[in-house]
């Protein structure tokens, strides 16, 4: 990374010319905040250099602003979470019309509040998240990012998992950690628990209560938004979901039972029973997150839906077992259960297929990719005492849960799969 304040503008610069060219060579738009400017980039999958420039714009430009702007900012916390949390709870975006304007009056008699808090909330959002527009005083509009928002309910899904879900719990964490912290982790000690007043796992509340089961198909919806939608702007389709394929090869398993374990409402095995008829599936998890799940006619015959808990022994057996993001949500010995748990079902030669980040060492990954990492990481500690690994985390944590799973291959899917800046695919064979 450049030092100087002049070579991060050169380095900005000089990767801004590479996308400019691709732009113009390919006819495409420029990034835009305006209302009408394009959701991503259209940068191809067969142009990574263009790709690697802009990334290497964000990380200079991030390092250049946060020189200017000196240490002393670092040190004052802002206060998006409560921005972000009044557009979600009052569904803000839907009451912002496509194409027209509305007042902060009008909004604010909408959400039974008073006027200028609502001018305090949006103009806070306007200013430091691009949501929403003034275009002259009093007056709003939407800016691109809203009207993404408003139009699309599956992405509002997971902006509501981060602004009500996630900041509601958020400024317990260090309550939670006084309270609990000097003990081994437990899924139900944990900001989540203080926030919500439970004394049950975040995943088990989800499914114990008439509000915890409308959280929980709430949150289902969320883990769909994430698959289809990418953090990244580059391409269209480049979200978890769509690049799922690239991730590994799918192909050599060829006539396969496969059972996605915690697989919520079937996106990914939908996804990939389009692409490879020879593959079956079996789609698991808590009966609210696959409650109303919806598969093409097409592929009835080839994906089924069984309830099932983790944390109880397996039953269906299976040539491959997918498991993907779900150790992360929990503490080192409830992830040795899990795969305890999957033993009875497996058959010598059984792989499983774990997506799940696998961290490099601090100070080896980009700034950006860093800051994100980090960012997922203290996420897991909030809600459910989870936490983003170590690759000699994984190793102590199957050779734990039975001397019979043997470490395959574990291959970065960064930017394969982009399901995170540390991800990776752990092929784990049962012999």
């Given at each position: 990374?450049?030092?100087?304040?002049?070579q991060?503008?050169?380095?900005?610069l000089?990767?801004a010319?590479?996308?400019?060219?691709?732009?113009?060579?390919?006819?495409?738009?420029?990034?835009?905040?305006?209302p009408?400017?394009?959701?991503d980039?259209?940068?191809?999958?067969d142009?990574?250099?263009?790709?690697?420039?802009?990334?290497?714009?964000?990380?200079?430009?991030?390092?250049?602003?946060?020189?200017?702007?000196?240490?002393?900012?670092?040190?004052?916390?802002?206060?998006?979470?409560?921005?972000?949390?009044?557009?979600?709870?009052w569904?803000?975006?839907?009451?912002?019309?496509?194409?027209?304007?509305?007042?902060?009056?009008?909004?604010?008699?909408?959400?039974n509040?008073?006027?200028?808090?609502?001018?305090?909330?949006l103009?806070?959002a306007?200013?430091?998240?691009?949501?929403?527009?003034e275009p002259?005083?009093?007056?709003?509009?939407?800016s691109?990012?809203?009207?993404?928002?408003?139009?699309?309910?599956?992405?509002k899904?997971?902006?509501?998992?981060?602004a009500?879900?996630?900041?509601?719990?958020?400024?317990n964490?260090?309550?939670?950690?006084e309270?609990?912290?000097?003990t081994?982790?437990?899924?139900?000690?944990?900001a989540?628990?203080?926030?919500f007043n439970?004394?049950k796992?975040?995943?088990?509340?989800?499914?114990?209560?008439p509000?915890g089961r409308?959280?929980?198909?709430r949150?289902?919806?969320?883990?769909?938004?994430?698959?289809?939608?990418?953090?990244?702007?580059?391409?269209?389709?480049a979200?978890?979901?769509?690049r799922?394929?690239?991730?590994?090869?799918?192909?050599?398993?060829?006539?396969?039972?496969?059972?996605?374990?915690?697989?919520?409402?079937?996106?990914?095995?939908?996804?990939?029973?389009?692409?490879?008829?020879?593959?079956?599936?079996?789609?698991?998890?808590?009966?609210?997150?696959?409650?109303?799940?919806?598969?093409?006619?097409?592929?009835?015959?080839?994906?089924s839906?069984?309830?099932?808990?983790?944390?109880?022994?397996?039953?269906?057996?299976?040539?491959?077992?997918?498991?993907?993001?779900?150790?992360?949500?929990?503490?080192?010995?409830?992830?040795?259960?899990?795969?305890?748990?999957?033993?009875?079902?497996?058959?010598?030669?059984?792989?499983?297929?774990?997506?799940?980040?696998?961290?490099?060492?601090?100070?080896?990954m980009?700034?950006i990719d860093?800051?994100n990492?980090?960012?997922?990481?203290?996420?897991?500690?909030?809600?459910s005492?989870?936490?983003?690994?170590?690759?000699?985390?994984?190793?102590?944590?199957?050779?734990?849960?039975d001397?019979?799973?043997?470490?395959?291959s574990?291959?970065?899917?960064?930017?394969?799969?982009?399901f995170?800046p540390a991800?990776?695919?752990?092929e784990?064979?049962?012999?």
């Amino acid at each position: 990374m450049p030092s100087s304040l002049t070579q991060l503008a050169e380095a900005v610069l000089k990767s801004a010319k590479i996308l400019d060219a691709y732009f113009e060579e390919h006819n495409l738009p420029q990034p835009s905040f305006a209302p009408d400017g394009p959701a991503d980039f259209g940068i191809s999958n067969d142009a990574p250099h263009v790709e690697q420039a802009r990334v290497e714009a964000v990380e200079a430009a991030q390092e250049l602003s946060d020189l200017l702007q000196g240490p002393i900012t670092f040190l004052r916390p802002i206060a998006t979470g409560v921005s972000l949390q009044a557009i979600s709870r009052w569904d803000l975006t839907s009451k912002v019309p496509v194409g027209g304007e509305t007042t902060y009056a009008a909004l604010a008699s909408q959400c039974n509040i008073q006027e200028q808090d609502m001018k305090r909330l949006l103009r806070y959002a306007i200013s430091h998240g691009r949501l929403f527009l003034e275009p002259r005083p009093g007056v709003v509009t939407h800016s691109l990012a809203s009207r993404l928002l408003s139009e699309n309910p599956l992405l509002k899904d997971g902006y509501w998992l981060m602004a009500e879900q996630y900041f509601t719990a958020a400024p317990n964490a260090v309550l939670a950690l006084e309270r609990w912290g000097s003990t081994p982790a437990e899924p139900n000690h944990t900001a989540f628990n203080i926030a919500f007043n439970t004394d049950k796992a975040a995943y088990e509340f989800m499914s114990a209560t008439p509000e915890g089961r409308a959280l929980g198909k709430r949150f289902a919806m969320a883990m769909t938004s994430f698959a289809r939608f990418s953090s990244r702007p580059s391409a269209p389709g480049a979200g978890r979901l769509a690049r799922l394929p690239e991730a590994y090869d799918w192909g050599k398993l060829g006539a396969r039972k496969v059972v996605d374990v915690g697989g919520s409402r079937g996106a990914d095995a939908i996804h990939l029973a389009m692409l490879y008829p020879e593959l079956t599936f079996v789609v698991q998890d808590l009966p609210p997150m696959i409650e109303g799940a919806e598969v093409p006619p097409e592929l009835k015959d080839r994906i089924s839906f069984v309830p099932y808990s983790f944390f109880t022994a397996q039953t269906v057996a299976a040539d491959v077992y997918i498991i993907k993001q779900c150790f992360h949500n929990w503490p080192d010995h409830y992830c040795v259960r899990i795969l305890q748990n999957q033993v009875p079902a497996l058959r010598s030669g059984a792989r499983l297929i774990v997506i799940d980040s696998v961290v490099p060492p601090p100070g080896t990954m980009s700034l950006i990719d860093e800051r994100n990492v980090r960012a997922f990481d203290i996420m897991m500690l909030t809600n459910s005492s989870g936490r983003e690994r170590e690759e000699e985390d994984w190793h102590k944590i199957f050779k734990a849960a039975d001397e019979r799973f043997r470490v395959n291959s574990i291959k970065s899917a960064h930017t394969k799969g982009d399901f995170g800046p540390a991800s990776a695919i752990i092929e784990v064979v049962f012999e």
